[in-house]
């Protein structure tokens, strides 16, 4: 029997509650028998009543009183129906949860789960990858799970973690991607994974890329190529040694992102490889991430939209003949 990504998050949140009575899960229509938009809370209320909890429809509001539940103890999971609709609470998570444990010595423990990434047909107001704008602020810890594995595990971890914990997990992934058992065990947040090894380029990704950064190993192995393709699992903290190891092993480097180009996670890994691992590059380093242009809705335009595997492949092997 198969689980989707999207059961393990719910089965996260179920163990969650059931080992620990701080936890309770707070958003917009996840209680009752609705279980959220995406329905990753489908169920709980009724297996753990009164701690799967309703909100008004004020991002702001949400979060505001899960930073004052955490501060007396208990350790929130808040649901924003889709990552966008979080930038109403940005003042709330950056300047309150973000800060407040350097201002005060409390910590502010709260899980900030964050529906990311677009879809067909969600166009500009539902589709955003903001892990880049949240990884900008000190005091936040940012998720970016890429498999039913760690959609599993790092949630359990983002709970018991002190910090406020940004918790990105990709929509287009939650029924694409299944595995066949949930892990017993798993990598610490703030170390990348291999997920295929390679002697020739490094294509350094996360979160829904990782799918199509494999797709493009496979597709160059056949041309004789080997990729190394290098799983962050988090971009905040960012695990700058493994990436660093892989391109000693290759010297060259792509870093592919489905956010916006300007700034973000694939610009910062760039800069830390020029930095630090500049003798190590036979090329110099690229980058690809989502077209600078509000996110279309028509299906056709948002696949042109996104990086996928041809466009990947192509810059590749450009890189691949430097």
Same mark, same amino acid.
């Given at each position: 029997?198969?689980?989707?990504?999207?059961?393990?998050?719910?089965?996260?949140?179920a163990k969650l509650l059931r080992d620990d009575e701080r936890v309770f899960i707070y958003g917009q229509d996840v209680g009752g028998t609705f279980g959220g938009a995406?329905? !990753?809370?489908?169920? +709980?209320?009724?297996?753990?009543?009164?701690? =799967?909890?309703?909100?008004?429809?004020?991002?702001? !509001?949400?979060?505001?009183?899960?930073? /004052?539940?955490?501060?007396? #103890?208990?350790?929130?999971?808040?649901?924003?129906?889709?990552?966008?609709?979080?930038?109403?609470?940005?003042?709330?998570?950056?300047?309150?949860?973000?800060?407040?444990?350097?201002?005060?010595? @409390?910590?502010?423990?709260?899980?900030?789960?964050?529906?990311? /990434?677009?879809?067909?047909?969600?166009?500009?107001?539902?589709?955003?990858?903001?892990?880049?704008?949240?990884?900008?602020?000190?005091?936040?810890? @940012?998720?970016?799970?890429?498999? @039913?594995?760690?959609?599993?595990?790092?949630?359990?971890? *983002?709970?018991?973690?002190?910090?406020?914990?940004?918790?990105?997990?990709?929509?287009?992934?939650?029924?694409?991607?299944?595995?066949?058992? +949930?892990? $017993?065990?798993?990598?610490?947040? #703030?170390?990348?994974?291999?997920?295929?090894? /390679?002697?020739?380029?490094?294509?350094?990704t996360y979160s829904a890329m990782l799918h199509e950064a494999l797709a493009v190993a496979e597709q160059l192995a056949t041309e004789g190529f080997e990729i190394e393709?290098?799983?962050?699992?988090?971009?905040?903290?960012?695990?700058?040694?493994?990436?660093? *190891?892989?391109?000693?092993? $290759?010297?060259?480097? +792509?870093?592919? /992102?489905?956010?916006?180009?300007? #700034? #973000?996670?694939?610009?910062?890994?760039?800069?830390? =490889?020029? !930095?630090?691992?500049?003798?190590? +590059?036979?090329?110099?380093?690229q980058r690809l991430n989502a077209k600078d242009t509000p996110i279309p809705y028509h299906p056709n335009l948002w696949s042109a939209h996104r990086p996928n595997a041809?466009?990947? *492949?192509?810059? *590749?092997?450009?890189?691949?003949?430097?």
């Amino acid at each position: 029997m198969s689980i989707t990504y999207l059961e393990a998050i719910r089965e996260a949140q179920a163990k969650l509650l059931r080992d620990d009575e701080r936890v309770f899960i707070y958003g917009q229509d996840v209680g009752g028998t609705f279980g959220g938009a995406f329905k !990753a809370t489908k169920g +709980l209320a009724k297996e753990f009543p009164g701690r =799967v909890l309703n909100t008004p429809i004020s991002e702001d !509001a949400m979060i505001g009183t899960a930073i /004052g539940a955490a501060m007396h #103890g208990m350790r929130p999971i808040v649901e924003m129906q889709f990552a966008d609709f979080s930038s109403t609470a940005l003042n709330q998570i950056l300047n309150n949860a973000g800060t407040h444990y350097w201002r005060t010595d @409390v910590p502010v423990p709260i899980t900030v789960r964050l529906p990311s /990434g677009g879809t067909k047909g969600s166009g500009p107001f539902h589709s955003q990858s903001m892990e880049s704008l949240y990884a900008h602020y000190p005091g936040l810890i @940012v998720m970016t799970p890429a498999t @039913v594995e760690d959609a599993y595990s790092m949630l359990i971890e *983002a709970v018991a973690i002190d910090d406020p914990v940004v918790y990105c997990e990709h929509k287009y992934l939650y029924y694409h991607l299944k595995a066949e058992n +949930l892990p $017993t065990e798993s990598l610490p947040t #703030g170390k990348a994974r291999i997920a295929r090894e /390679g002697r020739d380029l490094t294509i350094v990704t996360y979160s829904a890329m990782l799918h199509e950064a494999l797709a493009v190993a496979e597709q160059l192995a056949t041309e004789g190529f080997e990729i190394e393709v290098v799983d962050l699992r988090s971009v905040k903290p960012l695990d700058t040694n493994t990436v660093l *190891a892989s391109v000693a092993r $290759t010297g060259r480097l +792509l870093c592919v /992102g489905e956010s916006f180009p300007w #700034g #973000g996670a694939t610009a910062e890994i760039i800069a830390r =490889v020029t !930095a630090e691992g500049f003798h190590l +590059l036979d090329a110099a380093p690229q980058r690809l991430n989502a077209k600078d242009t509000p996110i279309p809705y028509h299906p056709n335009l948002w696949s042109a939209h996104r990086p996928n595997a041809k466009e990947i *492949a192509r810059k *590749a092997r450009a890189l691949l003949r430097e």
